[in-house]
């Protein structure tokens, strides 16, 4: 097995108690809201049904490459999506032409989650969970691109085409899917890059994930205690929508930088 896996298989416990949490005071939902994007290993492995195992060399043939940019890449949030029936290889990868940004709204569990944002001087780490089609059923459902009513859907499924994704174990893909939020967060005009995801370049800011919810409730309720305005994000879809709409102003639309030369929207059923 490799190193990385043993590594990582010595905090497995701690990996599935993630996968069934449930918060129950307002300080552990804070931690979890803040643990987000959630441990990974350092290399490609098999999820099997909450195990990790090595990646057998042809464990992809004949499943869709679907690009992971946050907490998709992470065991607890497969075991939490799809429990112990299902296997999905997931390999580590590097896209170029793109950096993992802040998307410009919260989930239901507290925290800005992470998505694409198009450009020419990043490389960025990526994972691909390579699902099939029932998985991709599952995961189009925990990402809200059905089943979900359109005033609350945060997501597109896309289809990016013609693009560079270098993976530690296959050939070079140039086509996959992903999930794009609609908006990310960007209060001085640019969008905001994920600390915790290695890149090439420094050319946007950086924040952590802990450093944007902070700077999102400042910017929205600058005379609220921090932990009181995430009670408010952790507490209904409705003050969430509430927020989300308070942070609109602060946000670019996806689609002012993404052109359909680019991305290709695909059917989301």
């Not at 029936?85 to 896209?95: G, K, Y």
């Not at 597109?156 to 296959?170: M, P, R, S």
């Not at 420094?202 to 802990?210: C, D, F, I």
Request: proline residues 7%.
């Amino acid at each position: 097995m490799p190193d990385c896996l043993v590594a990582s298989s010595s905090g497995m416990v701690s990996i599935m108690q993630a996968a069934h949490f449930v918060p129950t005071d307002l300080a552990s939902s804070i931690r979890h809201a803040e643990s987000y994007p959630y441990a990974r290993p350092a290399c490609s492995y098999l999820f099997d049904g909450g195990r990790m195992l090595p990646l057998p060399d042809d464990a992809h043939r004949d499943r869709l490459p679907i690009i992971a940019s946050g907490s998709n890449a992470a065991p607890a949030r497969l075991f939490a999506k799809f429990g112990s029936d299902h296997r999905i290889p997931v390999t580590r990868a590097v896209l170029q032409g793109f950096a993992v940004v802040f998307a410009g709204h919260f989930t239901s569990y507290g925290a800005i989650p992470a998505t694409l944002c198009p450009h020419p001087q990043i490389a960025t780490e990526v994972w691909i969970t390579w699902l099939t089609p029932e998985q991709l059923t599952i995961m189009h459902q925990s990402e809200g691109v059905i089943g979900c009513r359109e005033a609350h859907q945060r997501y597109d499924f896309v289809d990016l085409e013609g693009i560079e994704l270098t993976l530690d174990q296959h050939a070079p893909v140039n086509r996959a899917g992903a999930y794009l939020s609609r908006r990310m967060l960007a209060p001085e005009g640019d969008p905001i890059r994920f600390a915790e995801v290695a890149t090439s370049d420094g050319v946007l800011e950086a924040r952590s994930h802990n450093a944007a919810l902070k700077l999102v409730a400042r910017l929205l309720q600058p005379t609220v205690h921090y932990h009181m305005f995430m009670r408010q994000v952790l507490s209904t879809v409705g003050a969430r929508q509430a927020l989300f709409e308070k942070l609109t102003p602060y946000t670019l639309d996806r689609s002012d930088l993404l052109t359909p030369s680019i991305v290709d929207a695909t059917s989301a059923t």
